[in-house]
């Protein structure tokens, strides 16, 4: 899961951003409202927390402004006073959910998992592809065929569920690499190749038919070796 804060008091979203790495998130954060739209807009995260109250752009004008861009990223807004008016406004401009401060770490970190897997009616513990199938709750992969597994490190995993998400279509680098580091990833070009190579290798220990292919010149796709 990856997480956008958009907090201009710096220590509060520090401790929020501690918090959430516990949870094992990614988490990123934005002082003021442009810079966290812009973020926002790239649509890699899964869940948004926003406040009310910021400098450039307040929370409002960029929760508006996503919606109006069918950008349904759930969102979390924060808000300074306990007054309905301001719980009414985000909420009538799509908020999915919002707490007033002073607030419970635990009771965000409880609300974050709800509006994240609210997404979509039916929560799956599974992706499948071809012979392949990718638990989602263990983090193994499993050959269906002949019912071999092994456990994928943390970016293996995101790196294959990004493909099993999104499964006939060929991923840009920079899109992977936005996805596994964030938006600010450009030093981390490279090591999208190191994850694919670490993660074909397990692909191949299973002895599943799937892999992943270099498309020339575009990026890489899911595919079935002997089709
Ligand atoms: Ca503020």
């Not at 991923?171 to 999208?192: F, M, P, T």
Request: charged share 35%.
């Amino acid at each position: 899961m990856r997480l956008l804060v958009i907090e201009d008091e710096n220590a509060l979203s520090d401790v929020i951003k501690a918090a959430f790495i516990d949870e094992k998130f990614e988490v990123d954060l934005a002082e003021d409202g442009e810079t966290g739209y812009l973020l926002g807009s790239s649509g890699i995260y899964d869940a948004v927390i926003l406040d009310g109250m910021l400098p450039k752009m307040d929370g409002y004008d960029v929760l508006n402004r996503w919606r109006r861009e069918e950008m349904h990223t759930p969102v979390l807004m924060l808000t300074a006073r306990s007054e309905l008016e301001d719980k009414l406004k985000g909420l009538g401009l799509g908020a999915d959910d919002y707490l007033t401060k002073p607030f419970d770490m635990e009771e965000l970190v409880a609300r974050i998992r709800v509006i994240t897997r609210r997404q979509g009616a039916v929560r799956i513990d599974s992706l499948e592809f071809g012979d392949l199938r990718l638990n989602l709750d263990s983090g193994m992969i499993q050959n269906k065929e002949n019912d071999d597994e092994v456990r994928l490190g943390k970016k293996e995993f995101q790196l294959l569920e990004l493909f099993m998400r999104n499964q006939g279509q060929t991923l840009r680098r920079e899109q992977i690499a936005e996805k596994l580091w964030g938006y600010d990833c450009e030093s981390e070009y490279n090591n999208v190749e190191v994850y694919i190579s670490f993660t074909r290798r397990k692909l191949k220990y299973i002895g599943s038919t799937v892999s992943i292919k270099a498309v020339r010149g575009i990026g890489y796709r899911l595919e079935r070796i002997n089709d």
